[in-house]
Structures are given as structure tokens and as C-alpha cells.
């Protein structure tokens, strides 16, 4: 809008300049015009000597000097005409009277006779509002000028960035992630083509999650579905009784596909940030111990050593205490599934800088290297170290690191598949002040 305000000023100037500048051609053509009609060989001021050398009277004159103020006169009315004697002094005006600021074109002439007469008033057109040379036209004039290239080119820096990235809009939304915006144009421009492209990633990475999240829910519920269905299809068929024992077998793979909908819903929550938490000040030492007490018969059937170290003092952090036992039995269950019988499993806690330190450390079987980064990634699980044939569904270390998270903590992760093996889960959380 506002190149066309610009262009429209500018075409405006133009034109009324163009139209002056033509006018004062023709006005000077009027001034060349006028000169040779008076003071010519045989013009008015030839004519007017000549009319009074021969006896002609004042009256005579003034009508002579009339008729060029006639609809078809020769002199202009823009002319003023000054008829002057022989020692200067103006014994004749067409114009006499007229305010001096207007501004009319002058042609003297020198008699040798004086006539006495009244000028006749008529009133000139209007003078010219300005004229081309004025500074202010040409100020003017550049300035539009200036003006509309400008904004030409603004608009043209502005825009192409711009429909680039509507170009890039419409490929993310056909659900096409491979474009993105190229970064040029102004600093501005560039941190908006960055952000686009940084909401780019996430989209795509949001999108590969769901569809990798699809998958695997499938995969995962179609192994026990699978197994249910076989086993009801024996059961119908009479291939084998309904025992005690199959009946159990059933009710594990139920057990097993109402633990993972749970764990689903958990992580849906947690993503939608709408996990419910009653965070209390709890002593983690006190939590710590009651967890192991509830692993105490697990490790002695299982002939595994559980060592449990905490402060002397409370350790006291602001969690919510279901939620926080949750992500520690996990823990637990994960180190017990991965330690043979002799194994030791480690359970501490300890204050360290501003915050408190949970580890849980086992001399397990270990996680490949490679697998380390990504064990708490949904689904995931390292061959050899995380299967199914263990009971592992991939979503329990998921589910605790948003649980953390949510407490304002870290949670990592150290393991070694060689001698010393084993794996060590760190879990940092903010202490209470003052406490």
C-alpha cells in the first residue's frame, strides 16, 4: 500500500510538473512573441511615434494600445507593456496597478513623445504555484523516486524469503519433511527461517515418534494376543484339557497387556504434561531402605547381595512418593533381571553440591555401547541385554525419566558389557532449602 500511495504522489508531480514546464515554454514563447511585435521595425512603438509625427492626438494613441487588450489582440494579457519617454519616465502601463508580487512577464519600450492615458485593469491568470527550478520539486521528485525503488526492492527482499517459506509450509503439511527454508535475506528474516526450521525438526521427529510409536504398540500387543488366541483355539478345539496351568499361563499375558495399556497411558500423559503428581517433602534415605526391604526375598531367593547406603542425616526433596518408588523398583527389577546368582546390586544415596544423588548399580550382563543412548527411548530394547524372552517391554525407563523430569531431576545412565560389567543408573534431584 504503501508503494502505491508513493506511485501515485510521484505520478501526480509528474504531471503537474510536465504541464508547468510546458507552460512556461509557452510563456516565453509569448515574451519573444511580444518583444518583436513592439519593438520591431514597424511595431507599436514604430507606430506610436509615427501617429503622433504626423499629428495624431493622445486619444488616438490610447485606442491604438486598446486593441491589443481586444479578443484578437496581438499582446497577451500575461504582457505588461510599459511605454517610457525619452528621459525615462513611464508614461504608459497595461498593467499599471498590479499588485507587485504577481508575477507577469515586462516589455519596455522608449517613446519620444509622452502620451497620457489610463492603463486598462484586467486582471492576469494565475501565476504558477512554483516553478521547475524550484529546490522543493526536485527534492520532491528524487525523494518518490527514491521512495518507490525502495520499497520496490524491500518488497521484493521481504517477499521472496516469505513465499519460500510458505513453499516449505505446504510440503510439512502433505506431511513432507524433507524441506527446509534456506537462511537469507535480513538478520530478522533468518532467526524466523531458523525457527521454521527448527518447528520443522520437532514436527518431523514428533511425526517419526507417533509412527514408530504405532508400530511398536502393535508389535508388542500382537505377541500375547497371538499366544491368547492360540491357546483358547487349543482350549475350543479339545487339542489339550483346560488345566490349572493354562489357565495361570492366560492370566500372565492378560497381566501383561493390562501392565502395558497402563504404561501407555502414563506416557500419554506425560507427554500431554497432564501426569498427575502430590508432591510431598519426602526423606529419600527412608525410601531408599523400604525399597530394598522389598526385594529382600528376591535376592535371597535368587542368591543375590543388595547393599543398600545412605546419609545419616535426612536427605529431604519435594516428590511425590508412589510416582518416585515407581521409577526405583523399575530399577531394580531391571537390575535383578540382568544379574546372575552371586551378583551384587547397589542401592545409594548421597548429597552432593545443592542436590541428591540415587544410584543403582548392578554386575550384570551389561549394555553394548552402542545401545547406552538410547535405553530410555520407548520400545527400545539392546539384544542381549533387553529382550522380550525377559519380560521387558521397552516403556518402564521411558515412563521413570519423565517421572524425574517432572521432579525437576536428571536421570543417566553408565554400562560396560566387559569385565568389571554391569550397569549403573544416577538419578539427580533438588533438595529442599533450609531443611
Known amino acids: 500500500s504503501a508503494v502505491v500511495i508513493i506511485s501515485v504522489t510521484l505520478l501526480i508531480v509528474v504531471g503537474d510538473l510536465m504541464s508547468r514546464v510546458q507552460g512556461e515554454q509557452f510563456r516565453l514563447q ?57 528621459e525615462g519616465k513611464v508614461v504608459y502601463s497595461s498593467l499599471e496597478g498590479e499588485d507587485s508580487a504577481t508575477e507577469v512577464s515586462l516589455i519596455k519600450g522608449v517613446l519620444r513623445y509622452q502620451i497620457t492615458a489610463r492603463g486598462m485593469r484586467e486582471p492576469p491568470p494565475p501565476a504558477l504555484l512554483f516553478h521547475p527550478e524550484d529546490g522543493l520539486i526536485w527534492l520532491l521528485l528524487s525523494g518518490s523516486a527514491v521512495g518507490i525503488l525502495g520499497g520496490i526492492l ?25 524441506h527446509r527454508a534456506e537462511l537469507h535475506g535480513t538478520e530478522e528474516m533468518r532467526d524466523l527461517a531458523r525457527a521454521f526450521n527448527e518447528m520443522a525438526d520437532a514436527l518431523q521427529k514428533s511425526e517419526q515418534l507417533r509412527s514408530n510409536l504405532i508400530a511398536d504398540v502393535a508389535h508388542e500387543l500382537r505377541t500375547p494376543l497371538t499366544v491368547m488366541e492360540s491357546s483358547l483355539c487349543a482350549l ?15 492370566s500372565d499375558q492378560t497381566r501383561h497387556l493390562t501392565r502395558m495399556v497402563n504404561d501407555l497411558h502414563t506416557l500419554a500423559l506425560a507427554d500431554a504434561h497432564e501426569l498427575s503428581f502430590n508432591m510431598v517433602p519426602t526423606d529419600v534415605n527412608v525410601l531408599v531402605k523400604d525399597v530394598a526391604e522389598i526385594f529382600a526375598p528376591v535376592a535371597e531367593s535368587e542368591g543375590i547381595i543388595v547393599k543398600v547406603e545412605t546419609e545419616s542425616e535426612p536427605c529431604m526433596v519435594e516428590a511425590d512418593v508412589v510416582r518416585l518408588r515407581q521409577v526405583l523398583q523399575n530399577m531394580l527389577v531391571n537390575a ?18 545443592n542436590g541428591l544423588v540415587i544410584r543403582v548399580a548392578d554386575t550384570g550382563t551389561g549394555i553394548p555401547a552402542e545401545h ?34 517432572a521432579h525437576k531431576g536428571r536421570i543417566s545412565v553408565e554400562s560396560q558389557t566387559t569385565p568389571p560389567s554391569g550397569t549403573h543408573f544416577t538419578i539427580t534431584l533438588p533438595l529442599i532449602s533450609n531443611v
Open 236 to 250: 475350543v478345539d479339545d487339542i489339550y484339557p483346560l488345566t490349572k496351568d493354562e489357565i495361570l499361563r492366560l
Open 336 to 353: 535383578f533381571r540382568h544379574s546372575s546368582p552371586g551378583g551384587v546390586i547397589s542401592l545409594t544415596s548421597q548429597k552432593k553440591d
Open 154 to 178: 524491500m518488497s521484493r527482499r521481504l517477499s521472496a524469503p516469505l513465499s519460500q517459506l510458505a513453499e516449505v509450509a505446504r510440503h510439512l503439511g502433505s506431511k513432507d519433511f524433507s
Open 372 to 405: 547406552v543412548a538410547h535405553v530410555f527411548e520407548r520400545f527400545y530394547r539392546a539384544e542381549g541385554a533387553r529382550d522380550r524372552a525377559s519380560g521387558g517391554a521397552g516403556l518402564g525407563l521411558a515412563i521413570g525419566k519423565s517421572i524425574i523430569e
Open 30 to 86: 509569448l515574451i519573444a512573441a511580444g518583444e518583436q511585435i513592439v519593438q520591431s521595425e514597424g511595431g507599436i512603438i514604430d507606430q506610436l511615434n509615427a501617429h503622433f509625427e504626423s499629428g495624431g492626438t493622445t486619444n488616438e494613441a490610447v485606442l491604438i494600445l486598446r486593441n491589443l487588450e481586444r479578443p484578437n489582440r496581438i499582446l497577451p494579457l500575461q504582457i505588461k507593456l510599459e511605454l517610457m519617454d525619452s
